[in-house]
């Protein structure tokens, strides 16, 4: 693993947050790979969504977290890199829950996108 490995997945990892932050569904483009999927249990459910879906779900929380003030909740937990493949578990808070997220990562083209999202809602 090298440090640039490293640096780049955690600068993946904070425009994944941000993206949710920020309700910027561009950022949500630019942190995924095309092809990603966003999957885990709601309130009971199983959510199965794709990266236009996501985005569109993220786009549609207004006011964003950042316009009203919320405090920022992003922990790595860890992150675990193979070749050019990665996994990260991420501690977020969005829409006034917190998530225990599993990010799996592909570099491509020298970048690292998130190729799957995995979610856990711990509160």
Do not use: C
């Not at 569904?25 to 959510?47: E, S």
């Not at 794709?50 to 977290?65: L, R």
């Not at 922990?75 to 578990?89: F, K, N, Y």
Request: charged share 25%; glycine share 4%.
């Amino acid at each position: 693993m090298s440090s640039s490995d490293h640096e780049l997945i955690q600068e993946t990892i904070q425009t994944y947050f941000d993206s949710m932050y920020e309700s910027d569904p561009d950022k949500v483009h630019k942190a995924f790979h095309p092809d990603a999927k966003i999957t885990g249990y709601l309130n009971g459910r199983l959510h199965e969504m794709t990266v236009p879906t996501f985005a569109d779900m993220v786009a549609g929380q207004q006011p964003s977290a950042k316009d009203k003030d919320e405090a920022i909740q992003l922990e790595t937990v860890s992150l675990d890199i193979a070749g050019d493949t990665a996994i990260a578990r991420v501690r977020d808070g969005y829409i006034g829950l917190t998530f225990l997220d599993t990010l799996s990562f592909l570099k491509t083209d020298d970048e690292w996108v998130i190729y799957n999202k995995l979610f856990h809602v711990e509160s």
